[in-house]
C-alpha cells in the first residue's frame, strides 16, 4: 500500500493559511469557480462558437458573472490545461492555466506555463498555488489591472 499523501500539500498550504488570514483580518469573503468546461453553458453562443481552449479573457468574464451572484468580496476563476495531453496551441499546452480574480472595482487576469510538462498533479498544484497567489496579491494591492 503506498504512502498516503499530505493534503493539502505543504507548496498550497502555506500561501492558503495567508490568504485565509487576509480575508479575516478584513472580514472578506472568497468564491472560487474552476474549470471552463463545464461552465459553458453560461457564456455566449459568440463565445462558445469561438472557444478554443482556456483564456484570461474567459475566466475574467466567469469570475466577473459568479462574484456578485454568490456576494462574494473576491471571485476567483481558473482554467487550464493539466495534462498529461494537451493541444497544439499555448493555451493548450499541458501547464498552462489563465487565472482571474474579480473584485468590485475590476477583474485581475494573469496567465502562465509552471514549466511541469504533462505532470498532471504537480501542474493541478501550481495552479491552486498560483490561484492563490494572485488572489493575495488583489487583497494586498499589489495586483494590476
Same mark, same amino acid.
Given at each position: 500500500?503506498?504512502a ?7 507548496k498550497?498550504r +502555506?500561501?492558503?493559511?495567508e490568504?485565509?488570514s487576509?480575508? =479575516?483580518?478584513? =472580514?472578506?469573503?472568497? +468564491?472560487?469557480?474552476t474549470?471552463? &468546461?463545464?461552465?459553458?453553458?453560461r ?6 462558437? !469561438? ?6 479573457d474567459?475566466?475574467?468574464g466567469?469570475?466577473?458573472n459568479?462574484r456578485?451572484?454568490l ?5 476567483? +476563476?481558473? +482554467? !487550464? &490545461?493539466? !495534462? ?18 474579480? &473584485?468590485e472595482?475590476?477583474?485581475? =487576469? ?13 501542474n ?9 497567489v494572485l488572489?493575495r496579491?488583489?487583497? =494586498? ?5
Amino acid at each position: 500500500m503506498a504512502a498516503a499523501k499530505e493534503f493539502p500539500p505543504e507548496k498550497i498550504r +502555506s500561501i492558503a493559511v495567508e490568504v485565509a488570514s487576509l480575508l =479575516k483580518e478584513r =472580514k472578506e469573503t472568497v +468564491s472560487l469557480h474552476t474549470g471552463v &468546461t463545464h461552465c459553458i453553458r453560461r457564456l455566449t453562443q459568440e463565445t462558445k462558437t !469561438g472557444y478554443k481552449g482556456p483564456t484570461t479573457d474567459i475566466v475574467a468574464g466567469l469570475a466577473t458573472n459568479v462574484r456578485p451572484k454568490l456576494g462574494a468580496t473576491y471571485c476567483v +476563476s481558473e +482554467s !487550464g &490545461t493539466a !495534462g498529461p495531453t494537451g493541444g497544439n496551441t499555448p493555451n493548450r499546452t499541458p501547464g498552462y492555466v489563465a487565472l482571474a480574480v474579480a &473584485t468590485e472595482s475590476g477583474t485581475y =487576469k494573469r496567465e502562465l506555463s509552471t514549466g511541469h510538462g504533462g505532470d498532471r498533479e504537480a501542474n493541478m498544484i501550481q495552479f491552486a498555488v498560483e490561484g492563490l497567489v494572485l488572489l493575495r496579491d488583489v487583497i =494586498k494591492g499589489d495586483a494590476k489591472l
